[in-house]
């Protein structure tokens, strides 16, 4: 996927570069395309971040019949604010809903909410619900993922008292069951574990954070960037049990115990955030490709394939999709509302007839629990170490403000080098997290050398920084590991 060169059209438009959306905005749309565009028929299997924002680019962009399939209950609302009304510092879940029903009646967007897909007949092109069939032009396959659930843990059986956290009715839900709770055990050490239990904590229960993994955001963070996370849950009273897999008895709604090893706590809820998985069978069914990271194989304009070859009218976006790691070049998900997004404009102007390609990703995140906001993006020593490839580390802690300025917050950075080039960042700290998140991701998608950061120019006022950035003396840091690699 993605396109590694750069390649500028007799207009002067870049029409191909690496690693990002790219638009042929010619505006050219074929005799053929303009007789047919309001007869064409688009389906869009899944009303959520990709399909919904699809929906809507279609539409600013075409006369065409565009009817979204959903087995939600709700749509064009925020998962990602749900934590945050389960902490109370939105007050409901209504006021997550980003555009109604309204909205969309008013666009001419056919949105069928409740409505589940059974099956795609690509030869007849027909998407079957059981109650209607669909005829399509035009597929959009964006089904998002479903809850992961460890067999291991035995909780596949989910009765009453534990939960998941995938949609708006999944929050309402554990929202309701959260009014008469006391403790709740929330298992799963990722971003969604960690800000729903520092929300818990927000509310007056008392959380108790489970992972089996050796430090929280094991897959994200390096130890000692983890261990700043899980000090600051612990401050806001947090409890964090890592490096040990939870037993949850199969009478857990009469019992309310949760068994660590020897121990045991005692627990109302039980909240499961232990990861997704993509939701592919409706593609699997209809004999599309499903590739090695176990998602739906795309190529760069986002078409499926079937039987190895792709389909032109056929395209999948979100978290169902496989993309391409920008560092590694590894086919691997992608499970991020920006990314969902990002995909929803590219299927949006190749369905229209404007050409668009998706690149490979560093899927820069970001993530926040009390006070403290911490991200990342690109490649981690870790994943690193397991392809055989060498980084070289810089690290530093700083302040947000300068020393005289009231409120000034710790600030923790660390940057990773791959062959002299950024290749990828671990940030934690009280604020300005996700501003030098987004300009690291620049830099490591331009191949930013370390010594182009160390001429970095910065910006600076007291109450928002401090003189010398803390990136600086970070980049420093990797400079003397540098050279302290080469003399050993
Ligand atoms: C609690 C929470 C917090 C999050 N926080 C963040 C964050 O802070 N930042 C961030 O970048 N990302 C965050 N995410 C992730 C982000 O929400 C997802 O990456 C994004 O929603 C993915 O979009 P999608 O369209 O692929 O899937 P979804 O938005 O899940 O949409 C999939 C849709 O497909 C429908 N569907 C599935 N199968 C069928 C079928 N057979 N027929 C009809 N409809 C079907 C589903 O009902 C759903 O409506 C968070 C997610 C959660 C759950």
């Known amino acids: ?23 042929e905005v010619s505006g050219k749309v074929s005799a053929h395309a303009r007789a047919e565009k309001n007869l064409t028929r688009v389906v869009i299997i899944g009303g959520g971040a990709c399909g919904m924002a699809a929906a809507t680019k279609i539409r600013r962009q075409s006369g065409f019949k565009i009817t979204v ?9 925020s998962h990602c604010g749900i934590p945050f009304v389960l902490g109370r510092e939105i007050e409901s879940f209504e006021k997550l809903i980003i555009k109604t029903p309204d ?25 079957l619900t059981g109650k209607e ?10 089904t998002g993922s479903l809850p992961f659930i460890d067999r291991k843990s035995q909780a596949n059986i989910l009765p009453y008292g534990i939960f998941t956290l995938r949609s708006l009715a999944d929050g309402k839900l ?20 960690i800000e729903c239990a520092s929300a818990l904590k927000k509310r007056g229960i008392k959380p108790i954070l489970i992972t089996r993994s050796k430090d929280l955001l094991s897959s994200q963070f390096d130890s000692d960037m983890s261990a700043i996370v899980r000090a600051h849950l612990e401050t806001l009273g947090v409890e964090v049990i890592t490096g040990e897999p939870l037993f949850l008895p199969e ?101 229209t007839g404007k050409y668009s390609t998706f690149g490979p990703l560093a899927d820069p995140w970001v993530a926040v629990a009390g006070d403290l906001q ?21 690290f530093s802690h700083g302040r947000t403000r300068a020393s005289y300025y009231p409120g000034r917050k710790d600030l923790y950075i660390k940057l990773h080098f791959k062959d002299g080039c950024l290749a990828g960042a671990q940030l934690a700290g009280g604020e300005g997290i996700k501003e030098r998140i987004d300009a690291l991701s620049l830099a490591i998608k331009k191949k930013t050398t370390i010594k182009d950061l160390l001429s970095l120019e910065t910006c600076y006022a007291p109450p928002v920084s401090m003189l010398v950035d803390p990136l600086m003396p970070t980049v420093k840091d990797a400079v003397r590991n540098m050279r302290k690699d080469m003399t050993n």
């Not at 996927?1 to 638009?23: L, N, P, W, Y």
């Not at 399939?69 to 609302?77: E, I, K, Q, V």
């Open 1 to 23: 996927m993605g396109s590694d060169f750069g390649v500028t059209g007799a207009t002067g438009k870049v029409i191909r570069a690496a690693g990002e959306v790219q638009e």
């Open 103 to 127: 909205f969309f009646r008013e666009n001419n967007i056919d949105v069928r909410l409740n409505e589940k897909v059974r099956s795609i007949n690509l030869t007849g092109q027909v998407a």
């Open 174 to 193: 554990f929202g309701k069951a959260l009014e008469t709770a006391q403790t709740v055990c929330v298992v799963g050490g990722g971003t969604i574990g």
């Open 133 to 142: 069939a669909y005829p399509f032009d035009k597929l959009v396959i964006a």
């Open 69 to 77: 399939l959903s087995c939600d209950s709700h749509t064009a609302y």
């Open 374 to 394: 911490f991200g990342g993006v690109g490649l981690t020593p870790e994943k690193a170490e397991r392809r055989g490839i060498k980084v070289v580390t810089g």
């Open 251 to 351: 009478n857990f709604w009469k019992e309310r115990t949760v068994y660590v090893k020897d121990r045991h706590f005692p627990a109302d809820l039980v909240l499961l955030a232990t990861g997704v998985k993509p939701e592919v069978c409706l593609a699997r069914e209809a004999g599309i490709d499903i590739g090695k990271a176990g998602g739906i194989a795309v190529n760069e304009m986002l078409q499926v394939k079937a039987g190895g070859e792709f389909l032109p009218n056929i395209y999948a976006g979100g978290e169902c999709a496989e993309v391409t790691d920008l560092l590694t070049g590894e086919i691997r998900l992608s499970q991020l509302g920006t990314t969902a997004r990002r995909m929803a404009d590219v299927i949006g102007n190749n369905i």
